[in-house]
């Protein structure tokens, strides 16, 4: 920053979602050192739930812009910041660190927390800029075994299942399987939770180091609790460790769902409440199928898709992998959409979406 520009005052990213500390940049409406004025629109984000226009609070001139167009941000994460002049660039890019040859690209917070945790940055993807959450992950994955509660190991049975993940998506499965016969939640696995906590009166075991010895301890059976929304990539990657370690993912309905006897459910897939899985249907790997939400007749649910609640796909709709619906999403009869799509609350396809695209939310598509 240059001697004469002075700070006037920062735009961070709100907490948008109270259960979705996430959101994406879906807009982005500022360059770097342009005018700025008070209540003009910085950028939108996007979660499952809601979107939000981020308006400056303040006048004057944006200094470097530390996010970009569909960038993945927490709430309370530096925007841009706004001088009473055009300030200096700055050597590093703003809130981003460029990369080293073939190494990765991390935002100052991730390059922060990598060092505190002594992370080998070389293992961090480098086909994006890697987060806080990648360095955690692989952190997590470093780390070494655990030795696990003795109460846990022994009340392990047959239908005993660990859940993964211990947030609200967690709680909704916990009482999914609760419900169930046959079925009973041992423990929940959660690198954000303390071991010997409770959720719902399940006992954690600790972070993803446990499940080696919930393997070793008998247990067969594990659920896919991480609902990532918006970022359903960390939920492919969790299904792709519970597998690693032996376990299978078990299948979930609901007692007040619907699910047709023609219709075909894949290992880990989740049906909750009072939703509908109907003729001829098929529900890939890891999908859920949220409550209140339809699959009719002949579709075809990837693996890993998330069909928020009230979602309503009609007869032979084709949902590609990895692809989030949005709530109260609805579809024309025999369209396709993509794979890694995103699709907004409330949203009204009438045509097919591509592979990655994101549908805003309210809207009709195509526009």
């Not at 993964?164 to 009973?184: E, H, N, P, Q, T």
Request: hydrophobic fraction near 45%; charged fraction near 20%.
């Amino acid at each position: 920053m240059s001697e004469q520009a002075a700070l006037v005052g920062r735009i961070v990213a709100p907490l948008v979602n109270p259960n979705e500390p996430e959101s994406q940049v879906v807009e982005l409406s500022v360059e770097p050192f342009s005018a700025v004025s008070h209540g003009q629109v910085v950028c939108t984000l996007e979660t499952s739930k809601s979107t939000v226009d981020v308006e400056s609070e303040h006048e004057g001139f944006c200094g470097e812009v530390h996010v970009a167009l569909f960038d993945r941000i927490d709430a309370g994460q530096l925007i841009c910041e706004v001088f009473d002049s055009v300030p200096a660039r700055s050597d590093d890019g703003g809130g981003r660190r460029a990369a080293t040859e073939g190494g990765p690209r991390m935002t100052k917070r991730a390059e922060q927390l990598a060092r505190e945790l002594e992370v080998d940055v070389a293992l961090l993807p480098t086909d994006r800029f890697v987060t806080e959450r990648d360095v955690r992950q692989l952190a997590t994955a470093d780390s070494p075994e655990i030795e696990l509660d003795p109460a846990i190991a022994a009340a392990i049975g047959d239908g005993s299942v660990a859940v993964y993940g211990g947030g609200g998506f967690g709680r909704s499965l916990i009482d999914v399987i609760v419900a169930m016969k046959g079925l009973d939640a041992a423990c929940v696995i959660d690198d954000n939770l303390e071991p010997g906590s409770e959720v719902l009166g399940v006992p954690v075991a600790g972070g993803m180091a446990a499940l080696a010895a919930l393997a070793e301890s008998g247990l067969s059976l594990a659920v896919n609790a991480v609902g990532a929304i918006g970022r359903i990539q960390d939920r492919v990657q969790v299904s792709e460790r519970i597998a690693e370690h032996g376990l299978r993912m078990a299948t979930l309905v609901d007692p007040t769902a619907s699910v047709a006897i023609s219709a075909q459910l894949a290992e880990g897939a989740a049906v909750l409440p009072q939703a509908t899985v109907w003729s001829a249907a098929s529900v890939g790997r890891g999908a859920i199928v949220n409550t209140g939400a339809i699959v009719s007749h002949d579709c075809r649910v990837g693996d890993h898709v998330h069909l928020a609640p009230g979602a309503i796909l009609a007869g032979h709709v084709e949902v590609g992998e990895a692809s989030l619906v949005g709530m109260a999403v609805t579809t024309r009869p025999g369209l396709c959409i993509g794979s890694g799509a995103i699709v907004g609350n409330g949203a009204v396809l009438t045509e097919d979406v591509p592979d990655g695209t994101i549908v805003a939310a309210g809207t009709v598509w195509p526009r």
